[in-house]
């Protein structure tokens, strides 16, 4: 079986401005992600996990390295757009990814709208119908972002990328500013997306005990760099790499072998 998703020898710079020095954000990544695999980013803040991320998809661009998206070099305008096609984005903060003027169904409706899909009555249901999916209710869609928890919006970021039949959803933080029992939820929801669409998940994190819960395999990001990769249970039974020891140590006695 081939990648969905590929990138190798990524490089990224941001030029300083005035008296900021420049910042390596990425110096060498290298990533692989099979159709349907659930793939944990992990490391501390700063490490290069959003840089690497928004690259994967073409929000950023690389300073040096390739993305191949099914074998192919993604090089182009339309290359990244038929890659947007398999692969979707979610942003940590909701409350910043949807447009306070839009209602929930449009904003949701936006994607399929571009790309001309269906009359506007097959939207409007398809858009009812993955509301359902992701928990809310089909007359949700009719109501302002402004009325909803940090929670249902995530969920319905969730549904926006998913209404688009993505191969592989992208979710940066996506929990992190959630309660933990709200956090537990979306996670479900995610497992749930996976069993029953088989979307590929990539997950980043800084805890430890969700990318374990949730991943099949983990990379470790430190400084720019992926340190080490395992699958989830290899890495939490033989951390090879110092950071990751150190970044095991730091999960709260307990919780290093058990679930969330
Ligand atoms: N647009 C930018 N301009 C300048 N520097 C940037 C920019 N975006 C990221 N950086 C720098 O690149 C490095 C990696 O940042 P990045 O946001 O990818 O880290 P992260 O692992 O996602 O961190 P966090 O866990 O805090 O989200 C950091 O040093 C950051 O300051
Ligand atoms: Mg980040």
């Known amino acids: 079986m081939k990648p969905l998703l590929e990138a190798t020898g990524i490089v990224k710079e941001f030029r300083g401005r005035g008296r900021s020095l420049d910042v390596v954000a990425l110096d060498g990544v290298d990533i692989s992600i099979m159709p349907g695999e659930i793939v944990g980013i992990v490391g501390e803040s700063g490490s290069g996990k959003s840089t ?29 757009r038929t890659l947007r096609l398999d692969i979707q984005y979610i942003f940590q903060d909701p409350y910043l ?73 992208i979710c940066d933080e996506i929990v992190s500013g959630l309660d933990v029992s709200v956090q537990a939820q979306i996670l479900n929801l995610l497992v749930e997306l996976h069993r029953n669409q088989g979307v590929g998940i990539v997950f980043v994190s800084h805890d430890l005990r969700v990318v374990k ?19 989830t249970e290899n890495l939490f039974a033989h951390p090879q790499h110092e950071y990751t020891q150190h970044l095991l140590s730091c999960v709260p006695a307990g919780l290093s072998s058990s679930g969330i």
């Not at 690497?52 to 074998?71: M, P, Y």
């Not at 169904?105 to 992701?134: F, N, P």
């Not at 928890?149 to 990328?161: E, V, W």
């Open 97 to 169: 990814s949807l447009a306070p003027h839009m209602t929930v169904g449009q904003s949701i409706g936006d994607g399929l709208e571009i790309r001309g899909e269906g009359t506007s009555a097959e939207r409007s249901k398809r858009i009812g119908e993955t509301l359902e999916m992701v928990g809310l209710k089909a007359s949700d869609a009719q109501s302002y972002p402004a009325v909803f928890s940090g929670g249902q919006r995530q969920r319905i970021s969730l549904a926006r990328a998913l209404i688009l039949n993505p191969k592989l959803i």
């Open 52 to 80: 690497l991320s928004r690259i994967l998809v073409g929000i950023e661009h690389a300073t040096k390295g390739v993305v191949k998206h099914n074998d192919e070099v993604v090089a182009s305008p339309a290359d990244w």
């Open 213 to 231: 819960y949730l991943c099949d395999r983990i990379l470790v990001m430190h400084r720019g760099l992926v340190v080490e990769t395992n699958t």
